[in-house]
């Protein structure tokens, strides 16, 4: 991805949401997040052991985004600064026009509709803003819930297509040309 598709990290906001950048002062959120068993029961990651390899991550991603590589939101609440989770576009394809989605969320925020809002925010800004194709999302089979939420935002999972290193993934895409799904 070139870093020429934004000249400043694109901050996001839906209704109750701000999609913001990384940053140091995250760092205790993202090692509570990859650090939770719940959060990671489905994911293949190491876990940090201490809070600077958290702040090492940070700086990984925050490369990443510098580098033109990759985008890697920050969830907050508006009026609230404070980290609930992440969503990202990476694995960008060599021509721009395809990658692939992440997201995760702490507990004590889910099932209240905020990784809806911050996937659809996402979506819009991936479709209409830097003009995506096709969007995967590689999520385990038994992972009910990321599942539904895939499907909720028109993503099909797509059985001819796996990872060959996971063989418990399932890849799921949505196409900005879906007759169902539309962005301006």
Same mark, same amino acid.
């Given at each position: ?8 990290f ?16 995250d ?26 390899? @958290?702040?090492?991550? =940070?700086? %990984? ?12 939101? +920050? /969830?907050? $609440? ?28 702490s ?18 800004? @991936?479709?209409?803003? =830097?003009? %995506? ?12 819930? +990321? /599942?539904? $939420? ?6 099909l ?19 900005k ?8």
């Amino acid at each position: 991805m070139s870093s020429s598709l934004f000249s400043t990290f694109p901050v996001l906001t839906s209704e109750r949401l701000s999609l913001r950048k990384l940053s140091i002062n995250d760092s205790a959120e993202i090692f509570a997040l990859r650090t939770d068993a719940s959060v990671n029961q489905y994911l293949d990651r190491s876990k940090p052991d201490n809070i600077s390899k @958290a702040i090492e991550f =940070i700086n %990984l991603v925050n490369k990443g985004i510098d580098d033109g590589r990759s985008l890697y939101w +920050s /969830i907050c $609440l508006k009026d609230n600064p404070q980290l609930m989770g992440t969503i990202c576009l990476w694995n960008f394809s060599a021509d721009q026009k395809q990658a692939e989605i992440g997201f995760e969320l702490s507990p004590a925020y889910q099932r209240k509709g905020i990784m809806q809002e911050a996937v659809s925010c996402v979506l819009e800004y @991936a479709f209409a803003t =830097i003009s %995506l194709q096709v969007i995967d999302a590689f999520v385990h089979k038994d992972n009910i819930k +990321s /599942i539904r $939420l895939l499907e909720k935002n028109n993503f099909l999972l797509q059985p001819d297509r796996s990872d060959e290193d996971n063989p418990s993934l399932r890849v799921y895409s949505l196409t900005k040309n879906r007759t169902d799904f539309s962005f301006s």
